[in-house]
């Protein structure tokens, strides 16, 4: 029998109340179709394996098997029963997906039919995860497509250099879910991590740097040092080397997607080549001279080399967040913009990108970039991976091109998976297994046309907070594997509460292979409160932001009621219950209780992150009236603001007995400036 998998704990429970049953269906991620029944087909000694596939694709297959779990034979010539078959077939009428597959699976053997290597790769996948202890398969049918193209993991090397070793156990952990693009972040300020013949400062110098922790240097003297000088932290990956990788992750279905950043976040490449830049001065900037014909004949010069080792289709070009300062005042390039008619710097931006993807076009490749390409212009076939949000994929796509989706709110997994006291230091936020669960890169704001242009999905690991494989691997698993679900099934076939259960079998399946996951059986979750609405004397009156005292544009936390609306912020600012104020002016509010009434407390919770630059506010002021004109100050709090690495909450309150209609809540800025985030003024 055949049925479409909608829960599929419903569907384990529905077709059997065998206790045996209730773990055949721990497959991540869950597959389009099941049909399952009772009994099981048992791999044994005599088991054979038989492929019918293209020469290339028999002999990964026969490897894939070979280094799994299913170990059986190849048969001399085809059997008749007890085997395992592998099909490679030209058409099938439920597959629409080269990577799709449909698994039969009987009491005398296994037939996994697919339109491609790649498919019946993925079947195995699941034949795996599908296996018991004692070698049984259940009996039944199998129906799986993948829902996009694209489904990747950025591992950062640049900020924290990991060897040859570790990125292939993670090609092993990524095929094993169905995640079948490795984009590899190369190049940054801190770190070039690989050789290039022609330019082999880039490998002496600019790979070497004074401090093992990003953060020591980044905010030390962010110096470099020449390669064997003693204390040198750094690595690269020779050209052997990447070799090595690359013909790794295609024996797993695997593309390696090269990143070399340009124009900016290149300080690196400007020490060690310092004409590449616009002073002509190392450790000045961190952008390429856009005016300077050198700089093109360099970033060919090493595009050439890149593509020779990477077969990729799409080469990623970075170019985010540049700074653009030094092209203003720079003659090179005022006389560029000049001669090609380019009106501001973000065409200027948009000049190198044109070039660089003609260039790339010409030797048969894809531009691939962060969503800043779109700024001046985007080149005419370009792909985007829109990190800022998914606007700029939206955006890309009203104009034709093809979009990965990474926005940082569900896809930066740097950011703390659990109460931030309970993890290692991370970049901030929160981002647990539930919310990158929770994600849908298919808005109902795109139309039928441009949802063909959504390629796909990634999930990023920046390492300037994870030093170390292991570190790397705690903050990886298992929320790739929520994503790996969000990429490859459909929305209508998942479900958190049981997704949940096969991730904490997934943990320790990791875990048995030499893995480092979060404990998700031990997970905290989201700050108290933050559960449930507040109910006090203020929600749902009128806040009045008192002169210069406005919310910051990017965190309005719904605006002018946000303060008052009963809902208690979590553990990061960008939950959208937090509301931001960067003027110098800071908090500065008046709530209107509508009549005179008793008031026994003033609260208001605030939280620090010294990375991004959010603080505590230096002084508390919290005064009441009658009138909303005269003010009796109630209590004045001097907090002194300390910089540290913690992320830290703090309540900030008055506890008494007044008679009063208004209330007015002051929270100064410190002297280190940045944000102050309040989540909500709770009057009882």
């Known amino acids: 029998m055949r049925k479409v998998l909608g829960v599929s704990l419903l569907l384990i429970v529905a077709l059997t109340s065998c206790v045996h049953h209730t773990e055949v269906l721990s497959v991540i991620p869950v597959p389009l179709e099941v049909g399952l029944q009772r009994g099981v087909f048992a791999l044994d000694e005599q088991t054979q394996l038989w492929v019918d596939a ?27 029963r007890n085997a395992l078959f592998l099909e490679v077939v030209d058409a099938h009428p439920q597959l629409n997906s080269p990577e799709g597959y449909v698994l039969t699976i009987q009491k005398d053997g296994v037939v996994a039919q697919a339109l491609s290597g790649a498919g019946l790769f993925y079947a195995l996948q699941t034949l795996v995860q599908l296996m018991d202890e004692e070698c049984n398969l259940p009996l039944g049918t199998i129906v799986d497509c993948p829902r996009f193209a694209y489904r990747g993991v950025m591992i950062d090397v640049s900020r924290h250099f990991f060897g040859v070793d570790f990125v292939k156990k993670q090609i092993d ?64 990956y020779t050209q052997d080397q990447i070799r090595e990788i690359v013909e790794y992750a295609r024996e797993h279905y695997i593309t390696v997607v090269p990143e070399i950043e340009m124009p900016s976040h290149s300080e690196e490449v400007l020490v060690a080549y310092p004409e590449l830049s616009c002073s002509h001065e190392p450790y000045k900037e961190s952008d390429f001279c856009v005016g300077n014909e050198q700089v093109f004949e360099f970033l060919e010069n090493v595009l050439t080399e890149v593509m020779e080792l990477f077969p990729s289709p799409y080469i990623h070009i970075g ?83 093809r979009a990965i989706m990474t926005p940082g ?117 989201n700050r108290p409160g933050a559960d449930k609405p507040l109910t006090h004397l203020g929600v749902g009156k009128i806040v009045a932001y008192v002169d210069g005292s406005a919310y910051y544009s990017g965190y309005t ?41 008793p008031v026994t407390s003033v609260s208001a919770d605030f939280m620090q992150i010294c990375g991004p630059g959010v603080f505590m506010p230096a002084q508390i002021i919290i005064s009441s009236s009658l009138d909303g004109e005269h003010f009796t100050e109630l209590k004045r709090i001097d907090n002194e603001v300390v910089r540290d690495d913690s992320v830290t909450f703090t309540t900030f309150g008055w506890d008494g007995s007044v008679e009063t209609r208004y209330i007015r809540y002051q929270a100064v800025r410190s002297d280190f400036g940045g944000f102050l985030f309040v989540d909500e003024v709770v009057v009882e």
């Not at 190369?186 to 740097?209: C, H, N, S, V």
């Not at 653009?324 to 065409?347: F, H, I, N, T, Y």
């Not at 003609?358 to 829109?386: K, Q, Y």
């Not at 990634?458 to 990886?476: K, R, S, V």
């Open 173 to 236: 952990a990524m095929a094993y879910y169905k995640l079948n693009h490795l984009h590899l972040h190369l190049t940054d300020a801190a770190g070039w991590r690989l050789e290039i013949k022609r330019y082999p400062r880039l490998t002496e110098l600019a790979a070497w740097r004074t401090d093992t922790l990003w953060k020591d240097w980044w905010n030390g003297g962010r110096q470099y040092m020449e390669r064997g000088t003693e204390g040198a932290y750094g690595g690269y």
């Open 319 to 401: 170019g985010d967040e540049a700074s653009k300062q030094s092209w203003k005042s720079c003659p090179r390039c005022q006389a560029r913009m000049e001669a090609e008619g380019l009106a501001d710097v973000d065409e200027l931006q948009s000049y190198l990108i044109h070039r660089i993807e003609a260039f790339l076009n010409a030797h048969g490749r894809t531009l691939l970039g962060w969503d800043e390409i779109l700024d001046g212009g985007l080149p005419p076939n370009a792909m985007v991976m829109s990190w800022r949000g998914t606007e700029g994929g939206l955006k890309a796509m009203a104009m034709g091109h």
């Open 54 to 80: 293209p020469e290339a694709d028999k002999d990964l297959l026969v490897g894939c098997v070979d280094s799994s779990p299913l170990k059986v034979a190849v048969a001399s010539e085809r059997p008749t």
């Open 557 to 597: 936390a719904g605006g002018d009621t946000a303060l008052v609306d009963g809902l208690r912020g979590g553990w990061t600012y960008g939950d959208k219950r937090w509301q931001g104020f960067l003027g110098r002016k800071g908090v500065d509010v008046i709530i209107d209780l509508e009549y005179s009434q």
């Open 409 to 525: 709110e569900y896809c930066y997994l740097d950011a703390y998976q659990d109460a931030p006291h309970t993890q290692p230091e991370a970049f901030g936020g929160y981002l647990p297994l539930q919310k990158v669960y929770a994600f849908d890169p298919l808005s109902d704001t795109i139309s039928e046309a441009q949802r063909t242009l959504l390629y796909g999905l990634q999930g990023n690991l920046f390492a300037e907070y994870i030093p170390t494989e292991e570190h790397m691997e705690y903050m990886a698993y298992p929320r790739i594997l929520a994503l790996a679900e969000v990429a490859w099934s459909l929305p209508a076939n998942k479900d958190y509460d049981d997704f949940r259960r096969r991730a904490m079998k997934a943990v320790d399946e990791l875990r048995g292979k030499g893995y480092h996951p979060f404990d998700l059986r031990n997970e905290v979750g």
